[in-house]
C-alpha cells in the first residue's frame, strides 16, 4: 500500500457549477461552499443533506423486506434517491451491529449490555427512537408496511435430552412501529431468532436456534405453519427463489431448500470432507446469495482436528444448483486464523462475478461464477467478516479495524482508504443513493458519501478521528 496520507476528505472537482445541486439539511438550502467546507472538517455529522438530482423519484420505497435488500448480496436498496448525507451518529450503544436504510430514516441495532433497536434521522444521524429488548439482537432490521422487524438470542449452545441447539435465555421475535418503535406484537421463540428473516407478502420466514423453520403472519404474530429441521440456525439469513426457501444450518452442516408451498424440505446438500478436511464451520453464518439460479455461500474446515471450532481454518467458497442443491463447484480460498464467533465470508454476486473474503487470511476475492476460478485476490490490513458493497465499477467493504475501502472492482486494485476507526460486523455496510452507511463495533453509525473516497487525491483517506458530531440545530466551526 501506498504511505501518503490525504489529511481531508476531499469532493471531487466538478465543472460546470450547474452540475452542483444545493446541500440541505433540516428543510433549508445550504450554500455549497459552505456544505464543502463542512465536509473538509472530517467525517463529523454535517447535518447537510445533497437534494435528489433532477427528475428522479421523489423518495425511497420506505422498504427494506431481505437480508441485504437484494437476493444477490448487494446492500443497495432499489429505487432509493434521498439524497447524499456525511455524519457520525452520536454513540448510542456498546456495540452497533446491522443497519437497514428505509425512506428518511436508518434502523439500527445495538448488541451491548443494554441490546436495542433504533431509529435514527437519515438527514443527521440524531435518534429519533430507541427500543430496549431481552436479547442480543443481530438481525438486520426488515422494514414493511409501517413496521420493523427483528429477532433476538445468543452465540451460546445447550442441549436437551441430548440435542445440541443455539441460543440460551430469552429469544423472541418483534414487530416494532416503525414511526415510534412502539412493540405491536412479540413471539418468543425456542432458540435464537438471530438470522434475517424475509418477508414475502406479510409472511416472514424465519429460521431459529431451536431447529425450526417459521412462517409468521406479519401483521398479528401467530405462526402459520412451522417445519422440524436437521440442523440448528446460526446467522445464515435466507434468500428466496420462487417456491424454494434457501438457508445453511450447523450440527448438521448442510444447506438446505424448504418449500413454502408444500412445508417441506426440498433438498438437503449435506457437506462432507473436501480435499481430506471436514466442513465443520461457516455453512451456519453465511447467508447464501442467489443469481441465476445458483446459490453460494462458504464454509469452512479445522485444520487442527483437537480443536474443530478454533484454531486455523481452511474456507472454500462454492456453489450449488438454487433448485436441485447439486454442487457446481467448490474453490479453496486460503487458510488462516478462525474469527471469533463468525467463521465465514458473506457473498456478493454481480455480473458473473462472486466477491467473497476469506476471513481467515484477510483476503477478499473475486471469483468467476461460472466454474468458481480466481479471477483476483487482494489483501486488506485486516480480516473481514461481511460482504462489499458494489456501484457498477467501485467495491466497497470496511475491515476490522474500522478502514473502509475503495477497490476496483474489474482488477482489485485497492484505490482508496479511509480510516473510521471501530470495526463492523459481518452483516456489512449499506450504499444507499451515494451514501455507505456503517455500523460501527464503536456504538455508533457513519454515512459518508462514497466520493468522499473516489474523489479523493491519495490513497490515504484520512479525516479527524474521532469525527466531528456538531449539536442539533446548526453546523459548527471545524474544530469546534
Same mark, same amino acid.
Given at each position: 500500500m501506498r504511505n501518503e496520507i490525504e489529511h481531508r476528505a476531499r469532493l471531487p472537482n466538478r465543472q460546470p457549477a450547474r452540475h452542483h445541486p444545493p446541500w440541505r439539511g433540516l428543510g433549508a438550502a445550504v450554500p455549497r461552499t459552505i456544505a464543502v467546507a463542512a465536509l473538509l472538517c472530517g467525517a463529523g455529522a454535517s447535518f447537510l443533506r445533497q437534494a435528489?438530482?433532477?427528475?428522479?423519484?421523489? &423518495?425511497?420505497?420506505?422498504?427494506?423486506?431481505?437480508?441485504?435488500? /437484494?437476493?444477490?448480496g448487494n446492500a443497495m436498496p432499489a429505487g432509493d434517491h434521498y439524497g447524499t448525507v456525511f455524519w457520525r451518529s452520536p454513540k448510542i450503544n456498546d456495540q452497533i451491529f446491522a443497519l437497514s436504510v428505509a425512506g428518511d430514516r436508518v434502523y439500527a441495532t445495538g448488541t451491548g449490555t443494554k441490546p436495542a433497536v433504533y431509529a435514527l434521522n437519515r438527514d443527521n444521524g440524531q435518534p429519533i427512537w430507541a427500543r430496549q429488548v431481552d436479547n442480543l439482537v443481530m438481525t438486520q432490521p426488515i422494514v414493511a408496511n409501517g413496521r420493523v422487524y427483528i429477532g433476538t438470542g445468543d452465540n451460546t449452545y445447550f442441549f436437551q435430552h441430548g440435542v445440541k441447539y443455539f441460543g440460551t435465555g430469552s429469544n423472541s421475535i418483534y414487530a416494532l412501529d416503525a414511526g415510534t418503535g412502539t412493540v405491536a406484537w412479540r413471539l418468543k421463540v425456542f432458540g435464537d431468532a438471530m438470522p434475517t428473516p424475509i418477508d414475502d407478502h406479510g409472511t416472514l420466514y424465519w429460521t431459529t436456534g431451536g431447529r425450526r423453520f417459521l412462517a409468521i403472519d406479519a401483521a398479528t404474530g401467530k405462526v402459520r405453519w412451522s417445519l422440524s429441521l436437521p440442523s440448528f440456525a446460526s446467522m445464515s439469513s435466507p434468500v428466496q427463489d420462487g417456491n424454494l426457501v434457501i438457508f445453511g444450518g450447523s450440527q448438521t452442516y448442510a444447506e438446505y431448500a424448504v418449500n413454502i408451498q408444500t412445508h417441506k424440505i426440498a433438498w438437503q446438500h449435506t457437506f462432507g470432507t473436501w480435499d481430506g478436511l471436514k466442513i465443520s464451520n461457516g455453512v451456519d453464518d453465511c447467508p447464501p446469495a442467489l443469481v441465476n439460479g445458483r446459490i453460494f455461500c462458504t464454509g469452512s474446515a479445522s485444520l487442527n482436528p483437537a480443536r474443530p471450532t478454533g &484454531? #486455523?481454518?481452511? #474456507?472454500?467458497?462454492?456453489?450449488? /444448483?438454487?433448485?436441485? &442443491?447439486?454442487?457446481?463447484?467448490?474453490h479453496n480460498q486460503g487458510a488462516g486464523f478462525r474469527p471469533p464467533f463468525f467463521a465465514a465470508g458473506v457473498p456478493l454476486a454481480q455480473g458473473g462475478v462472486v466477491y467473497v473474503e476469506s476471513p481467515g487470511n484477510k483476503g477478499l476475492q473475486a471469483l468467476d461464477a461460472r466454474t468458481g476460478k480466481l479471477i483476483w485476490m487482494t489483501k486488506l490490513d485486516a480480516m473481514d467478516r461481511s460482504a462489499p458493497v458494489i456501484d457498477g465499477k467501485n467495491l466497497f467493504i470496511v475491515d476490522d479495524k474500522g478502514s473502509l475501502y475503495q477497490i476496483d472492482a474489474a482488477a482489485g486494485k485497492l484505490l482508496h482508504r479511509l480510516v473510521l476507526g471501530g470495526a463492523v460486523g459481518n452483516v456489512g455496510i449499506v450504499l444507499a443513493s451515494g451514501t455507505l452507511y456503517v455500523p460501527n463495533a464503536g456504538g455508533y453509525v457513519d454515512a459518508v458519501p462514497e466520493h468522499a473516497l473516489t474523489g479523493a487525491a491519495g490513497f490515504n483517506v484520512k479525516p479527524l478521528n474521532p469525527p466531528i458530531v456538531m449539536p442539533a440545530g446548526g453546523a459548527a466551526a471545524c474544530g469546534a
Open positions: 435528489p438530482v433532477a427528475g428522479a423519484a421523489s &423518495g425511497a420505497t420506505g422498504e427494506w423486506l431481505r437480508y441485504h435488500a /437484494d437476493v444477490a &484454531g #486455523q481454518i481452511r #474456507q472454500f467458497a462454492f456453489a450449488l /444448483d438454487a433448485q436441485t &442443491g447439486r454442487l457446481l463447484w467448490r
